[in-house]
């Protein structure tokens, strides 16, 4: 699993209240990456980070920001849970000679949002 | 605007048969990578292969290959003597130069027969 480990793996939440979800990774790897997983989609990037404080948009980033404090860790805040942000997020780093050219994921987190 | 497409939503195979996912992309950028991931049950996504389009030379791991057209923009995957593990949710994605931004096609369901 390229030491990444994400939490909660699965949550439930109501509409309107903010949720967190936390990547944590072991390997110091500089590149983070946030998708979401739809049926009929795919992935989608929502945010990525080049290194600490250092964060870029995505094709799907409205409604989520996201922190990245400390190598190892990404977070990624829905400050108001909607209907549409249930999904399957996934963390991902980068790794390669270059930094990023091959992706490993994290298990997932199931959101739900009623 | 890049963009992957897997016109094929479900495939099937017998065990030990050898069976190709179809996969067609569009891309402006001359620098670019393709990949193939494997998305079992267990949601966890699992590089399969990767091909730097600079290099003629199709990719090889194992079981796995690749047959890249790229005048035709076509990366499809050939599985050789398929096994019951191999069956899962395969994704064709392309990243241009935006390391770690990966755009995804749909997936191809591949199902294996004993």
């Known amino acids: 699993d390229a030491g990444i480990t994400q939490s909660p793996r699965h949550k439930v939440t109501e509409t309107g209240t903010p949720v967190t979800l936390r990547c944590h990774q072991t390997e110091n790897h500089r590149y983070m990456y946030w998708y979401r997983q739809d049926p009929g989609h795919g992935l989608r990037l929502i945010h990525y980070s080049y290194g600490v404080k250092d964060t870029d948009k995505g094709e799907v980033s409205d409604g989520y920001s996201v922190s990245r404090s400390k190598t190892e860790d990404f977070l990624l805040t829905l400050e108001s849970a909607t209907s549409s942000q249930t999904s399957v997020y996934f963390c991902?780093?980068?790794?390669?000679?270059?930094?990023?050219?091959?992706?490993?994921f994290g298990s997932g987190t199931q959101l739900s949002v009623l | 605007a890049q963009t992957v497409t897997q016109s094929q939503p479900e495939m099937s195979v017998q065990e030990a048969e050898t069976v190709t996912l179809s996969c067609t992309y569009d891309t402006s950028e001359s620098d670019y990578y393709l990949f193939w991931y494997k998305q079992p049950p267990s949601r966890q996504m699992i590089l399969v292969i990767r091909q730097e389009a600079y290099k003629q030379q199709n990719a090889t791991e194992n079981r796995f290959s690749v047959n890249f057209q790229k005048a035709a923009k076509s990366f499809s995957l050939k599985i050789s003597d398929s096994q019951l593990g191999d069956a899962a949710m395969y994704f064709c994605?392309?990243?241009?130069?935006?390391?770690?931004?990966?755009?995804f096609g749909r997936g191809t369901q591949l199902t294996v027969w004993p």
């Open positions: 994605a392309l990243r241009g130069s935006t390391l770690g931004r990966l755009y």
């Open positions: 991902a780093i980068g790794a390669g000679d270059r930094g990023g050219e091959k992706l490993f």
